[in-house]
């Protein structure tokens, strides 16, 4: 089991900045994979950001050059830096994790709100 909170959301204009944090305990040693994923209502959720066990990172398209995603190994804890915020950015933020050796898991946060306004 994996447990996350996460943190950061909250209310900023277009052209801000916000850091999203998600520190996750338990059994966090076969974490493979951390992502941060955004759910608008009516619209599919969308995976914006991962970061893998290597360091890799990959992103969304919509978020590129403007969104970073890294890693705290010391403190188990993975960040989203959101910068140059467009208001289609608004969504609820949540942290995810691919968990397992043999069979793959996810966990998941409790979400973050995320809202800038134009």
């Known amino acids: 089991q994996v447990q996350l909170v996460e943190s950061g959301g909250g209310l900023v204009q277009a052209g801000g900045s916000l850091r999203l944090s998600c520190a996750a305990s338990?059994?966090?040693?076969?974490?493979?994979?951390m992502n941060w994923y955004r759910r608008v209502p009516g619209k599919q959720r969308e995976l914006v950001a991962t970061i893998a066990s290597t360091g890799n990172t990959n992103y969304a398209d919509s978020v590129k050059g403007r969104f970073t995603i890294s890693r705290d190994n010391a403190k188990n804890t993975v960040y989203l830096q959101m910068n140059s915020l467009k208001p289609e950015d608004t969504a609820v933020y949540y942290c995810?994790?691919?968990?397992?050796?043999?069979?793959?898991?996810?966990?998941w946060g409790q979400g973050t709100q995320v809202t800038v306004s134009s």
């Open positions: 338990g059994s966090i040693l076969n974490i493979r994979a």
């Open positions: 995810n994790v691919v968990w397992g050796l043999t069979a793959t898991f996810h966990y």
